[in-house]
């Protein structure tokens, strides 16, 4: 245990989490870059295979001969391989996932070659060794009774690259091997599936082999685009059961425009017009789901996937709609890329780490192995939309944010299908989302689905989530003290609606329902205004973080400020400013300096307020979260927007008068 003085208060933190050190790598060198076709990010096509080639020759730096595998050095922490029978899956993986990133250069250069080895001779040979049992990469067919497994996914992404290259990767295969690979294939294809995302992969090895001559279980095949289908809630946005994340975009709404594409057009018009319809969606609201910089939110599972989040927009480029701004799809795009390629944690061995910059493992999940980062290869599926396509060929431009947004005002988009809130902030270029989250995690072994890849009250583009510490330390979510006097985050939430700009949601303890809040959100254009109501029936002690800042820039500066009575502690890490204001119910305000719990460095600071409710108390806390690029100076205004907030006599609403004439009545 380590004591940390800051403020004057002096702080035990444990560092729960251990983060890989990591030498600095080089980043990605964009060479000679665009400005006049991409004046925000100077990216075009050719540097996106500059950047897939900048990829690959990192993996491929592990193959000094046609024989080594795709293998990477085990990340420590929870990821596979845990034991001998895990590798071959684990080679799989590396195999299958780069070959994402492959496949489209070699779609244009089938001449390409890395570290002197011809590419595409690479992954044929590797392709045929799956089916030689004398291999260690040899992939046994499943077993009769077999059920799903990580090969059947494998085995759909390699479905995916033998459609985008089938002169290099299965033509030239003998008559022999063209067999045993169908065979080995199909025996997953035709089999049990996950009922998420995964029936894809059964859609994608059964279409393929369909194409090629062989009989395959079209009952089935029909079967999983139905199911798929099923999925949907509209506006864009698929449920991966039970959860949305990204998900939604890497796999359904990817995998439904190029199955479409691929196989739907030719054998399944009804179906892929369906997919085809979902797909048009997302322009809708996904793009502003990035910040005006073109970066992702850290949210959801298998966040090392990373930038594969951008592969819906590049494939707009299939219907070419005269309704879709592609130079703003472009910048988002390239933004991403240059997100985490520019990014000096990025890479670690010349590989992508398990996290979101460096390796991180609050956000790593037990079936990842180092290799499935590679997912992230998905966005070089954009280089199968022509050279000459608008993506391409579009002026780069920052949609709304260029005019239309004004930094005085915050933007939600609300939708009604899947309840998740979109929500755009000018004053600091971000994009935040307030999402589902209602998964118990104790004895669930999927337990991350109620960890904070989910469980934050709300994820923003400016600020990655941190981890929980074991001390109550929490950044944008209430911990409880429970039963067994352990610090238990909030993670069963109820949405309630959506109404007037306020965002309600319930929440009670998974170890003990007595405790529960109601809550409602209050985006506003520096912040959020936070209206909760404590329901609890018996005592509780609980905290409630904003969001953390990393130390990026030397020392965290803390200032404490009194405003009209109120004490507002506020943090500034030389890029942005955090300010919390305690406006009703909580007893005590403090900044805490944590190790080991954000994602981007190794010391990070967050302000928290907590209280010792009991129920006979006022039950309303109300907490205004704010924040400012660092540099700006904060007026008394904007650290107190409130005029008065009253609480109806029976505690249903609270009625809200801001300052600048503004009125709100939440109704819980």
Not at 503 to 513: C, F, G, P, S
Request: hydrophobic share 35%.
């Amino acid at each position: 245990m380590k004591q940390l003085v800051l403020g004057g208060i002096l702080l035990f933190v444990t560092p729960v989490f251990a983060q890989i050190d990591q030498k600095q790598q080089k980043v990605f060198d964009l060479k000679q870059p665009d400005f006049q076709l991409s004046p925000q990010t100077g990216m075009a096509r050719q540097h996106w295979k500059d950047a897939a080639r900048y990829l690959l020759e990192g993996a491929f730096s592990y193959v000094k001969q046609l024989d080594d595998p795709m293998k990477f050095p085990k990340q420590p922490g929870k990821s596979y391989p845990r034991d001998p029978a895990q590798v071959p899956t684990e080679l799989l993986e590396g195999l299958c996932r780069t070959l994402f990133i492959a496949a489209p250069l070699l779609r244009e250069d089938p001449t390409l070659t890395i570290n002197n080895i011809r590419v595409a001779d690479y992954y044929r040979h590797h392709i045929a060794k799956l089916i030689d049992p004398s291999s260690p990469t040899y992939i046994k067919s499943r077993a009769p009774k077999g059920g799903p497994s990580q090969n059947l996914v494998e085995f759909g992404a390699l479905a995916i690259s033998l459609s985008i290259v089938p002169d290099l990767l299965w033509e030239p295969l003998t008559p022999t091997q063209k067999q045993a690979l169908s065979s080995t294939m199909i025996s997953y294809g035709d089999g049990p599936t996950v009922p998420s995302n995964w029936k894809f992969f059964n859609i994608f090895v059964l279409s393929f082999f369909k194409d090629k001559g062989y009989s395959v279980n079209e009952p089935l095949l029909k079967e999983y685009l139905d199911k798929s289908l099923a999925h949907y809630r509209g506006e864009g946005w698929y449920n991966d059961n039970p959860a949305y994340d990204y998900y939604s975009m890497w796999a359904f709404q990817m995998y439904g425009v190029l199955w479409s594409e691929m196989y739907g057009k030719k054998y399944y018009p009804e179906y892929a017009a369906k997919f085809k319809s979902n797909f048009r969606d997302v322009k809708d609201n996904y793009p502003f789901m990035f910040s005006r910089n073109g970066e992702m939110i850290m949210w959801g599972r298998s966040i090392a996937y990373r930038f594969g989040s951008v592969i819906p927009l590049p494939l707009m480029g299939f219907e070419q709609g005269q309704d879709t701004n592609f130079g703003w799809m472009r910048r988002i795009s390239s933004g991403v890329l240059l997100q985490f390629l520019k990014h000096p944690d990025f890479l670690h061995e010349n590989v992508p780490t398990l996290g979101f910059y460096g390796a991180f493992e609050p956000a790593v999940q037990a079936y990842s192995c180092r290799a499935s980062s590679y997912w992230m290869g998905k966005a070089f599926l954009a280089l199968l939309i022509p050279a000459d396509n608008p993506f391409w060929t579009a002026r780069e431009n920052e949609g709304p944010w260029e005019k239309e947004f004004r930094k005085d005002q915050v933007y939600n988009k609300f939708q009604k299908g899947s309840d998740i809130l979109i929500t755009d902030y000018p004053s600091i270029g971000a994009a935040e989302i307030r999402a589902w989250c209602k998964v118990p995690v104790i004895n669930n072994w999927e337990s991350f689905r109620g960890s904070e890849n989910y469980n934050r009250l709300a994820y923003n583009s400016a600020f990655p989530w941190q981890a929980d510490g074991e001390d109550g330390q929490v950044a944008m979510n209430y911990v409880f003290k429970n039963k067994d006097n352990k610090w238990e985050a909030a993670r069963l939430f109820t949405f309630k609606k959506y109404e007037d700009g306020v965002y309600y949601r319930d929440v009670v303890l998974e170890t003990d329902k007595n405790v529960s809040l109601s809550l409602a959100d209050i985006p506003l254009p520096n912040g959020i205004l936070r209206v909760d109501k404590n329901t609890s029936k018996i005592p509780v002690n609980l905290r409630l973080g904003h969001y953390s800042l990393p130390e990026t820039k030397g020392t965290i500066k803390r200032l404490t400020k009194k405003v009209q009575g109120r004490e507002v502690q506020i943090i500034d890490n030389g890029e942005y400013q955090l300010a919390l204001v305690p406006v009703a119910g909580w007893d005590k305000t403090e900044t805490v300096l944590t190790e080991g719990l954000h994602p981007e460095t190794k010391r990070s600071a967050v302000i928290n307020v907590s209280d010792s409710f009991r129920p006979e108390q006022e039950p309303l806390y109300a907490t205004l979260m704010l924040w400012k690029k660092s540099g700006e100076q904060w007026k008394d205004a904007e650290l107190n927007p409130l005029k008065a907030l009253k609480v109806a006599k029976d505690g249903s609403s609270v009625s809200i008068s801001f300052k600048n004439g503004e009125e709100k009545l939440v109704k819980y």
